[in-house]
T-cell receptor
């Protein structure tokens, strides 16, 4: 049973650029959440997708956007990158009606 | 808003010592509480959870009891091993509305180091 997978594992970008991160949920899961984990900090909730729509959003600017596809996979897009966007981006999946979220290994983004 | 406070680390213990990592929370209603563990270079793994007051979550020798009166969910283990070295995160999910998982609120994490 495949767990949550994310790609790429590492990424280096320059300030002002745009980035797209990808996530495939655990088999059978239909809900995807994204988190940002700065170095030495706990993860911060960005947003959650269900039925191809953004259902919840944390305190992140509009530069952060996402998408969910019919196969439940998801993308996180960040525009106009800032140095402060450097972090580990975690994807978590869950099944509608259940609370527990399962996390992927993350994508480490470095903005220079 | 909701918040989670954990004891600051790093916490350094000898093998077979008793472990307690404190976690307290602020939330309205009846949140669900979780402990996640993050090994070096990896994502988060769910360690245990509790969904209502006085519930005890347990897994791999770790335990935590949901104490609503003290708004706490302290993590304990009777005898730690070197392999338990990792970062531990306490987290909460808002009062369950039945619509599915909500965005989690995490503490800052506690780095645990177990020495042989």
């Amino acid at each position: 049973d495949a767990g949550v997978t994310q790609s790429p594992t590492h990424l280096i970008k320059t300030r002002g650029q745009q980035v797209t991160l990808r996530c495939s949920p655990k088999s059978g899961h239909d809900t995807v959440s994204w988190y940002q984990q700065a170095l030495g900090q706990g993860p911060q909730f960005i947003f959650q997708y269900y039925e191809e729509e953004e259902r919840q959003r944390g305190n992140f600017p509009d530069r952060f956007s996402g998408h969910q596809f019919p196969n439940y996979s998801s993308e996180l897009n960040v525009n106009a990158l800032l140095l402060g966007d450097s972090a580990l981006y975690l994807c978590a999946s869950s099944l509608e009606g259940q609370e527990t979220q399962y996390f992927g290994p993350g994508t480490r983004l470095l903005v220079l | 808003g909701d918040s989670v406070t954990q004891m600051e680390g790093p916490v350094t213990l000898s093998e077979e010592a008793f472990l307690t990592i404190n976690c307290t929370y602020t939330a309205t209603g009846y949140p669900s509480l979780f402990w996640y563990v993050q090994y070096p270079g990896e994502g988060l793994q769910l360690l245990l959870k509790a969904t209502k007051a006085d519930d005890k979550g347990s897994n791999k020798g770790f335990e935590a009891t949901y104490r609503k009166e003290t708004t706490s969910f302290h993590l304990e283990k009777g005898s730690v091993q070197v392999s338990d070295s990792a970062v531990y995160f306490c987290a909460l999910s808002p009062s369950y509305s039945g619509g599915g998982a909500d965005g989690l609120t995490f503490g800052k994490g506690t780095h645990l180091i177990i020495q042989p």
